[in-house]
């Protein structure tokens, strides 16, 4: 439920709709699919525009679900890659960037997957208790359900659980 983490109607909402815009990507990938998704739910998504060319002079700061929500999936339908989609996040001007950022790049996580050298590079930034905590997660019983796509590293499970709210690397 999203209310572990999130406590107002509206907030509840975002989650259940990031959540929602995660298991499209995941089982559809259909951006088309995504956006008409998102769209109903958050109309404003229609209006959005961004110039992805040029960082703007000044950035609205919106830490509300109705303004982060509709911006990280417009983002994230104009990406082409994982990267694409977190560079786009940080050029975009949105004020609110680590909460776009999260959001973006978990639905772009999903649509794409993280590329293997940015989980590879996870261990060199990481300090030595979240990785421990990392690995204990691993060995959990169920860690192959969600971790079968991804056995090449053991780091991509925070990743993975990240997605959803399980872990903020923030």
Same mark, same amino acid.
Not at 112 to 124: A, E, G, K, R
């Given at each position: ?16 709709? &990031? ?11 259909? $951006?088309?699919?995504?956006? $008409?998704?998102?769209? $109903? ?5 229609? &209006? ?15 830490v &509300? ?50 590329? &293997?050298?940015?989980i ?11 990785i ?12 192959? $359900? ?25």
């Amino acid at each position: 439920s999203a209310e572990i983490t999130h406590n107002h109607p509206e907030g509840i909402k975002g989650a259940v709709a &990031t959540a929602v815009c995660g298991y499209l990507a995941r089982t559809t990938h259909d $951006k088309k699919a995504i956006e $008409k998704y998102i769209a $109903k739910i958050y109309p404003r998504l229609k &209006t959005i525009k961004m110039d992805f060319n040029h960082i703007p002079d000044e950035s609205p700061f919106d830490v &509300t679900c109705q303004g982060s929500v509709p911006e990280a999936i417009y983002i994230f339908l104009h990406s082409n890659s994982y990267e694409d989609c977190i560079r786009k996040v940080m050029i975009s001007g949105c004020g609110d960037t680590d909460t776009v950022g999260a959001i973006a790049g978990a639905v772009a996580e999903a649509y794409y997957n993280v590329p &293997t050298m940015f989980i590879n590079q996870l261990q060199y930034y990481l300090p030595a208790n979240m990785i421990k905590i990392i690995l204990h997660i691993d060995s959990l019983e169920n860690i192959d $359900k969600i971790q079968s796509r991804y056995r090449h590293n053991n780091l991509h499970s925070i990743l993975h659980l990240h997605r959803f709210g399980g872990i903020c690397l923030q």
